[in-house]
């Protein structure tokens, strides 16, 4: 897992506020495992009166940890709501903050009277220190220690050994009767000032109902032919999660966030003769809920190590778990029940878990889907045969094209196991940027040498590979509407490209041309070769890190056409650029060739065969294919490592990285950017025209509206009088 880009610089300014505390310390050590908070183990410089020498240290700034762009309120750390309607695509920031909430926990169940039985003790780590002015908190660490999924994993996998079962019955059985000590204990009257202070984490109350219930509908969407017909059960059990919350008579405090990933205990194996210390972390999501959201999201978690792992011991911690917690009524048990099935529903896609079998069978079966869908709406009317269809492959040689390269020869091989005729053929186009980076111009050999690769393992596809700077010559952009550095006339040249992008004010503006390039190449060449549709392999990972990096420059008006399937218009301007500059007096000859240019357009199909599945996952079934294709894909440029200042690294950097953690700890709020982000139309359809380099229609309004930000156009006359125009983000892009 990645770290925060600053976190040595966080360090120092930590290590500097905790100096003139009985916390003071000689280092902090990073830890991964922090998305919204920056996380250290620290080593004390004197021990505390019990002789503890190290400590947990926890600290918040007013962004996410990962990703500096993505800006928290400060408030989120003490006992003040935070605004309840915050950009939506945004709304996951909110998920990382609450460490005032925790601290008010923490210093409760120091009260709790201890629990425990001959196979474990259970309790919540000790909070020493929170400064509310600067976010710090200090509390206990438990050292050498791994959370309860990922001891499983690694400690349990199957077959678990079934000498096991014991240990296995009495951990369960410790949290059951722990989580029932700590409901009872919090329903008490004496209990009411906790109460009192965990109700104003208002909105992590509602944020639970949302990626509950909320995502449970949406589930129906994602897989109508599974769970369409359970949609009006759906529909109830929404209402019903809705309307108890607001009951606040039958309330009160919960976790909010009771699963396996919040239950540490030492990374040892268990031992018949050991007593297992677990202890209950991660308390920001403390809220007051019913009781059933705390038991129903532990059972299904555990139940996920037994139906994606096989791992016996889930079902044994269930069992232990559940006789722990004891004395359910059959009103309880019901609703505990429904919770389950609402947590796997809505949680139930876990990237890279499942056997081998499940996860591959998974993968190519959502992607066979989405390709029959195409096929579906594409397909020629008429009592004849459909006609075989010719696809596009966008391929970067990352993971995700490949995967959607490997499953589609996995498609044909299957149809001509079954003696049917190939029902589509692929051309793989691979846009080699290599010739256009200044540090090393010139075609890339790495990527030369896997096409060379990807020919003999795929006989079935043909292949090629092209050149970014050939883009020069395309004219599907109106090189006289860019105010280009180059001295030379447009169409530039290939050297006059590289120029162009060398002398772009940041990392991020170069980036962006290069990526609209590249796009320019694939939808110039799927329009000549007249494809039936351009699939481009972007996961659901690389679709969200696509919408906000957009969404951030200025661009977010075109999400609809660069991040959804269908047709996407292609313009010509090779009658404008027969008259670069013209002179004033040949007004009439430019708006002739302005008024043919706009006659020439095209559409071309363009759809995304894998953006149901995560990187995480394409990752996972490249490596689980015989023979893999891992040796056939480019190293990840960027990735994790640190950054010695985000001046270097682009958006789309910056997004990646962020995205890398967020899929990790909380997949469907990835794939909830993307469905959020289907679900915007498309409006005016190119009405105000085509901005004249990302392609995509215009926003006049909008762009007018935010055009105070760069400065008034400058425009020279002359270009002003056969150019196009530019989008508010494209303008951003050449000015800064």
């Known amino acids: 897992m990645a770290l925060p880009a600053n976190i040595d610089e966080i360090a120092s300014k930590v290590q500097g506020e905790l100096e003139h505390t009985p916390y003071a310390c000689s280092s902090l050590q990073a830890l991964s495992g922090g998305t919204g908070n920056f996380i250290y183990r620290a080593t004390l410089k004197t021990p505390l009166p019990d002789g503890t ?108 050994p079934s000498s096991l079962q014991p240990c296995c019955l009495g951990l369960g059985m410790g949290l059951g009767s722990w989580l029932r000590g700590f409901h009872e204990w919090a329903r008490r009257p004496e209990q ?14 509602a944020m639970k109902i949302m990626i509950n219930y909320s995502w449970l509908l949406q589930r129906v969407d994602e897989f109508p032919s599974v769970l369409a017909d359970a949609k009006d059960v759906f529909t109830k059990v929404k209402e019903m999660g809705e309307k108890e919350a607001q009951d606040e008579d039958n309330l009160q405090v919960i976790h909010g966030d009771f699963w396996t990933g919040n239950v540490l205990l030492p990374d040892t194996p268990l031992k018949e ?34 139906l994606y792992k096989d791992i016996a011991a889930g079902v044994w911690f269930i069992k232990g778990f559940v006789d722990g917690y004891g004395g359910m009524d059959d009103g309880l048990a019901f609703r505990v029940l429904v919770q389950v099935g609402v947590h796997l529903i809505s949680f139930g896609t876990v990237p890279g878990w499942g056997t081998p079998e499940q996860v591959e069978k998974y993968i190519v079966t959502k992607t066979v889907k989405r390709l029959e869908v195409l096929d579906k ?38 149809q001509a196991a079954r003696g049917r005729e190939p029902s589509f053929e692929v051309h793989a186009l691979h846009v080699d940027t290599a010739d256009l980076d200044a540090g090393s111009p010139g075609p890339s050999p790495a990527a030369a040498a896997l096409l060379d690769q990807w ?65 320019h190449a694939l939808l110039d060449r799927a329009a ?29 008006f075109s999400l609809p056409w660069q991040t959804n399937d269908g047709p996407q218009p292609v313009r010509r301007y090779e009658h404008r650029q027969n008259h670069p500059l013209l002179p004033r007096d040949d007004e009439a000859a430019a708006a ?18 894998v953006r149901e599945l995560f990187r995480k996952e394409l990752v996972t079934y490249g490596a689980l294919v015989s023979p893999p294709i891992g040796d056939l894909v480019l190293p990840e440029a960027g990735g994790g490592g640190s950054v010695v200042s985000h001046r270097d690294i682009s958006i789309e950097d910056v997004m990646r990285r962020y995205f890398e953690d967020v899929e990790e700890n909380y997949p469907s709020v990835v ?48 270009r002003a009088a056969v150019a196009g125009k530019l989008c508010y983000g494209c303008k951003r892009t050449f000015r800064g």
């Open 192 to 205: 009411k000032g906790l109460r009192d202070e965990i109700k104003k984490n208002g909105h992590m109350k």
């Open 377 to 414: 709406e594409s397909r020629t009317h008429g009592g004849g045969r459909p006609a075989k269809k010719r696809y596009l492959v966008g391929l970067s040689l990352g993971a995700s094209s490949a995967a959607l390269l490997r499953i589609a020869d996995q498609i044909l091989a299957s």
């Open 53 to 160: 020498l190290e400590a947990l240290v926890k600290h918040g700034e007013g962004y996410v940890a990962l990703n500096q762009n993505f800006q928290l309120p400060t408030t989120r750390c003490v006992s003040v709501a935070i605004d309840p309607e915050p950009i939506a695509l945004l709304s996951v920031a909110e998920i990382f903050g609450g460490q005032r909430f925790e601290e008010i926990c923490l210093e409760a169940t120091a009260r709790l009277p201890p629990t425990g039985n001959p196979r474990c003790t259970v309790k919540t780590p000790k909070v020493f220190y929170f400064d509310p002015a600067t976010n710090t908190q200090v509390q206990e660490f438990a050292p050498n220690s791994a959370n309860l999924k990922d001891y499983a994993i690694s400690h349990l996998a199957a077959p678990t």
């Open 273 to 306: 003769t050991d007593i297992t210390p677990l202890t209950i972390i991660d308390w920001e999501l403390a809220q007051l809920g019913v009781r059933a959201l705390d038991l129903g999201q532990m059972i299904a978690e555990l139940y996920e190590l037994y």
């Open 528 to 556: 000549r070769g007249a494809y039936d549709a351009l699939l481009l392999g972007s996961s659901t990972t690389a679709l969200a890190e696509l919408t906000l990096a957009e969404t951030a420059k200025g661009r977010g």
């Open 671 to 718: 794939a909830n950017v993307v469905r959020t982000t289907a679900k915007l139309g498309r409006r005016g359809e190119g009405a105000a025209g085509l901005c004249s380099l990302c392609g995509t229609p215009l926003d006049e309004q909008g762009d007018e509206r935010w055009r105070g930000e760069i400065g008034d156009e400058d425009e020279d006359e002359q």
């Open 592 to 609: 002739a060739a302005v008024e043919k240019d706009d006659a020439d357009e095209s559409l071309v199909t363009v759809y995304y065969p």
């Open 455 to 519: 020919k003999a393992r795929l006989p079935r596809f043909t292949f090629e590979s092209v050149p970014l700077s050939s883009a020069a010559a395309l004219d599907t952009v109106d090189w006289a509407a860019l105010p280009l550095a180059a001295a030379a006339p447009p169409p530039p040249s290939s050297h006059d490209l590289r120029r162009v992008l060398e002398s772009l004010p940041s990392p991020t503006s170069r980036a962006d041309v290069q990526r609209l390039l590249v796009r």
